[in-house]
């Protein structure tokens, strides 16, 4: 698959954490059918994190600097 990174490094990292906290949270204070709904979807974020491509901003349109990386 080709593609290219839409989401700066400062995001990333701010999606890989947050992300994980959620799916933490999710798995043990929500629990249930929700929790696992819950921890998916921020699983995806996770994801969109670590590849560096998020394809909803590419809907939009959303690309990267070529200074700013």
Same mark, same amino acid.
């Given at each position: 698959?080709?593609?290219v990174k839409n989401v700066p490094? /400062?995001?990333? &990292? %701010?999606?890989?954490? $947050?992300?994980?906290? !959620?799916?933490?949270?999710?798995?043990?204070?929500?629990?249930?059918? /929700?929790?696992? &709904? %819950?921890?998916?979807? $921020?699983?995806?974020? !996770?994801?969109?994190?670590?590849?560096?491509?998020?394809?909803?901003c590419a809907m939009v349109g959303?690309?990267?600097?070529?200074?700013?990386k």
């Amino acid at each position: 698959m080709f593609y290219v990174k839409n989401v700066p490094t /400062w995001e990333r &990292v %701010l999606r890989v954490v $947050a992300g994980l906290a !959620v799916v933490l949270w999710a798995v043990l204070a929500v629990g249930g059918l /929700w929790g696992s &709904v %819950l921890a998916l979807s $921020a699983a995806g974020i !996770v994801l969109s994190g670590l590849f560096g491509f998020c394809p909803a901003c590419a809907m939009v349109g959303r690309k990267l600097d070529k200074a700013r990386k």
